[in-house]
């Protein structure tokens, strides 16, 4: 990328004489060229760097190539059909940080906290209120600390319950194999649950092996 040769964008647009400067102030203005180093590009102290060219081209949704091989009235009239352009995006510029309304932040914590949303891991928490998590930290520490708490003891439940039913999933599958006289095996019991991965899981395997402790199935 590095390589690409911008001799002809120069030449054609950049280096054409005063009575195409409004063609170029309006390139520089959409690629937010600084005016020091617009003045370089002038003078033909310095290149134009690709990544203000890709700037311009993104803005006027053009290839990079139609950018630098259109003839400067057909560029010309380009950028008068285009009353709005593309914002460009922020390269290597970080976003500003959003401190968003204070009011509605607290207010949807607070929900967590009553249990009127489910609780959800503070980046999770952070995205919907488009802050970022240090600012949610810093702002409300112990409400942040609270939501944690909530958040993992939800988890924790959940794998809880979770367990308990791969648990009696395992059990209803052996009990639906001697219903019909089948012989218990593993693959027997694997082929009528719901996920066969379920025997690999801590509770539907410590489950199958007390089934085969119980009736002396080896496995």
Excluded at 73 to 82: A, H, N, Q, S, Y
Excluded at 111 to 139: M, N, Q, S, T, Y
Excluded at 157 to 164: D, I, T, W
Excluded at 189 to 206: F, H, M, Q, Y
Aim: some cysteine.
């Amino acid at each position: 990328m590095s390589m690409i040769d911008t001799s002809s964008l120069r030449r054609h647009i950049f280096f054409s004489g005063a009575s195409r400067y409004s063609l170029v102030a309006q390139l520089v203005g959409i690629a937010g060229v600084p005016n020091v180093l617009f003045s370089d590009w002038r003078n033909r102290k310095r290149t134009p760097s690709l990544t203000y060219l890709l700037k311009v081209s993104y803005a006027l949704n053009l290839s990079l190539l139609q950018l630098m091989t259109m003839e400067p009235e057909r560029l010309k009239k380009t950028l008068r059909m285009k009353m709005e352009y593309r914002l460009p995006p922020r390269v290597g510029i970080p976003a500003p940080r959003s401190e968003g309304d204070m009011d509605s932040i607290q207010v949807f914590i607070q929900a967590i906290l009553e249990g009127k949303v489910d609780p959800l891991p503070l980046r999770h928490v952070a995205r919907h209120l488009g802050v970022g998590e240090k600012f949610l930290v810093g702002r409300f520490p112990q409400e942040c600390a609270r939501a944690t708490e909530r958040y993992q003891a939800y988890r924790a439940e959940r794998a809880k319950q979770k367990a308990a039913q791969e648990c009696a999933e395992v059990l209803q599958a052996v009990l639906a194999l001697d219903n019909q006289g089948t012989p218990l095996s593993r693959s027997q019991v694997a082929a009528l649950l719901s996920n066969p991965n379920i025997l690999r899981r801590p509770a539907g395997k410590a489950t199958w092996n007390a089934v085969c402790r119980e009736r002396e199935i080896e496995h």
